[in-house]
């Protein structure tokens, strides 16, 4: 796609677009994980550094932005395992991605009212990169000031504490490579500098290392994500040694080897193409759920089965939660705490693309 942004600003001539040419004539074409990396999280021009892009009149909305039932009821979920792993002392309740700080809000909420001994000993760990997201996260917990650390990687975490991990739409973002079949072999994809200042996807000239899926059609495309493989290897590992659990929910798949182009940029709730406006866009990917679990199983943790956000939500009984609250709702309230469970576990809605994931010792 070319032309002008719909506000009549071509931003393919500020912000990250020249950088990019520059890297381009440099070193030629990038790869797909670069690209995503410097539009996601380039110091100064990258996209969650410089915004907040939630809500109705950002990019996108997120589970716990459409309803606090959902945080609430996973925060119970939560406790619940901790009691069950015997009540250890000194939890860390540690957010992946946190966002505005939503979900953390609405779990602790739960806490202080069904776990008061949870709260007293617990730290709030916030493994987040954007200084602008950072800000609100301080403003939604403002309460529970001294209580939280911020960290810029999970590698800060503290090493004392049993971990219990929540990372909500946190590994969609992070920078995936694509490999494309193309004439019967394996290609990775770059992206470089096209016609009109935009970009345009190539190839990168290096063969692909990883052992690819043999029998597929010319043009199918193969979606690897080294980050969140490193990531979940340091995860499952420190859960190991710390004890622990964590709770990962995306958008995604449950098959290891799912082929097709997830790439995709999200403006104003619209989908938008991904190579323009570079740095101006939420950039995502589906999430590879089998590559996860199978790299907790690796690290010897037991990882659950791959489950729907809606079996999930509806196992842990947000039917009934909703339900509870509903008694006590205005007629208004009531009908948006319904339309909030439908959103959060219809399949036509986030209940089935949507999927879950836990592991612990
Ligand atoms: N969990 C929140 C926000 C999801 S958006 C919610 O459900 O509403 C993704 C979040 O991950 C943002 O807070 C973004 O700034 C953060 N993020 C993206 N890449 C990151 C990285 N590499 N390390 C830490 N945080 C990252």
């Not at 990019?59 to 996973?74: H, K, L, N, R, Y």
């Not at 339900?323 to 439908?342: M, S, Y």
Request: proline letters at 6%; one cysteine or more.
């Amino acid at each position: 796609m070319t032309g002008r942004h719909p506000d009549g600003r071509n931003r393919q001539d500020t912000g990250l677009a020249p950088l990019l040419r520059e890297k381009n004539a440099a070193e030629g074409p990038l790869s797909v994980a670069d690209y995503m990396e410097l539009c996601l999280a380039h110091p100064t021009h990258g996209y969650y550094m410089t915004r907040d892009p939630f809500g109705a009149r950002g990019d996108f909305t997120t589970a716990p932005e459409i309803s606090q039932v959902f945080g609430e009821v996973i925060g119970a979920f939560l406790l619940e395992n901790w009691r069950e792993m015997g009540a250890p002392q000194k939890p860390a309740l540690v957010e992946l991605g946190p966002g505005r700080g939503s979900l953390t809000a609405d779990i602790w909420r739960i806490a202080e009212k069904a776990a008061p001994d949870f709260c007293a000993q617990a730290s709030i760990e916030l493994v987040e990169i954007s200084p602008v997201l950072k800000e609100r996260q301080r403003e939604t917990l403002a309460h529970l000031d001294g209580k939280i650390n911020w960290h810029d990687s999970i590698d800060d975490l503290p090493q004392d504490r049993v971990l219990i991990v929540m990372a909500n739409e946190f590994f969609d973002a992070l920078p995936i490579r694509q490999f494309v079949m193309d004439k019967c072999k394996w290609r990775e994809r770059g992206i470089t500098t096209g016609k009109n200042n935009g970009f345009a996807f190539t190839f990168l000239p290096e063969k692909p290392e990883l052992d690819l899926p043999k029998r597929v059609k010319d043009g199918a495309v193969f979606e690897y994500c080294p980050a969140a493989a490193a990531i979940i290897e340091k995860l499952a590992a420190r859960i190991k040694a710390q004890r622990g659990f964590a709770l990962v929910i995306d958008y995604g798949h449950a098959e290891e080897w799912a082929i097709g182009d997830t790439l995709q940029a999200l403006s104003a709730h619209q989908h938008a193409d991904p190579l323009w406006d570079p740095g101006e866009r939420d950039i995502t990917a589906h999430v590879n759920f089998a590559v996860l679990r199978d790299a907790v199983r690796a690290a010897g943790v037991y990882a659950t089965e791959i489950v729907t956000q809606g079996d999930f939500l509806r196992g842990i009984g947000i039917e009934d939660y909703a339900g509870n609250l509903r008694k006590q709702a205005t007629p208004e309230q009531a009908k948006d705490l319904i339309l909030a469970v439908q959103r959060l576990t219809a399949a036509s809605e986030m209940g089935r693309l949507f999927k879950v994931m836990g592991f612990s010792a």
